[in-house]
T-cell receptor, first 114, second 109 residues
Framework: KAGVTQTPRYLIKTRGQQVTLSCSPI?????VSWYQQTPGQGLQFLFE???????NKGNFPGRFSGRQFSNSRSEMNVSTLELGDSALYLC?????????????FGPGTRLTVL | GQNIDQPTEMTATEGAIVQINCTYQ??????LFWYQQHAGEAPTFLSY????GLEEKGRFSSFLSRSKGYSYLLLKELQMKDSASYLC??????????FGAGTTVTVRA
């Protein structure tokens, strides 16, 4: 079974630009969660999508948004990039239907904002 | 909000045992995960605890005490490849997964 894939793996943008990251979950998984990982803050939860609906949301500004398609693939968008948005963005997929919700992580997208 | 605490760094020698503690204060509890993350790689699942007690899986064991809001991950017979960051994560009542900042374990020969 193929794992979680994320594209692109690396991205360099400048302040004020916007960026879209993509995540393809494991086949059959309906839940996709997004996380931001920085050395100082660790893994911070952004949001979770389940069956095309945002089911949970973390404490990030409205510049961070996402969506999920009918095939469970998900995209995350960050508008008006700031230097502090430089981070590793991880997505994780799970079945989303059980309390025991083991998440399988993708390799991440390393975003650098200059 | 969620508060999950674990030590920042630990160092041990090959063959030794290391215990990584995690304390948590969350809005409800639906389970606790431990993940391993090597530098530059994605986190990988190690263990899941939802009931009190010890879960053993080979060289790795995880313990949970819900009344104390406490868990530990025990790594036995340390190997060089165990050098990594270990992340404690808790599922709260709304099924959100909240992570601690991670504990970097360095194994020395």
């Amino acid at each position: 079974k193929a794992g979680v894939t994320q594209t692109p793996r690396y991205l360099i943008k400048t302040r004020g630009q916007q960026v879209t990251l993509s995540c393809s979950p494991i086949s059959g998984h309906r839940s996709v969660s997004w996380y931001q990982q920085t050395p100082g803050q660790g893994l911070q939860f952004l949001f979770e999508y389940f069956s095309e609906t945002q089911r949970n949301k973390g404490n990030f500004p409205g510049r961070f948004s996402g969506r999920q398609f009918s095939n469970s693939r998900s995209e995350m968008n960050v508008s008006t990039l700031e230097l502090g948005d430089s981070a590793l963005y991880l997505c994780a997929s799970s079945s989303g239907t059980e309390a025991y919700n083991e998440q399988f992580f993708g390799p991440g997208t390393r975003l650098t904002v200059l | 909000g969620q508060n999950i605490d674990q030590p920042t760094e630990m160092t041990a020698t090959e063959g030794a045992i290391v215990q990584i503690n995690c304390t948590y204060q969350t809005s409800g509890f639906n389970g606790l995960f431990w993940y391993q993350q090597h530098a530059g790689e994605a986190p990988t699942f190690l263990s899941y605890n939802v009931l009190d007690g010890l879960e053993e899986k080979g060289r790795f064991s995880s313990f949970l005490s819900r009344s104390k809001g406490y868990s530990y991950l025990l790594l036995k017979e340390l190997q060089m490849k165990d050098s990594a960051s270990y992340l404690c994560a808790v599922i709260s009542n709304d099924y959100k997964l909240s992570f601690g900042a991670g504990t970097t374990v360095t194994v020395r020969a």
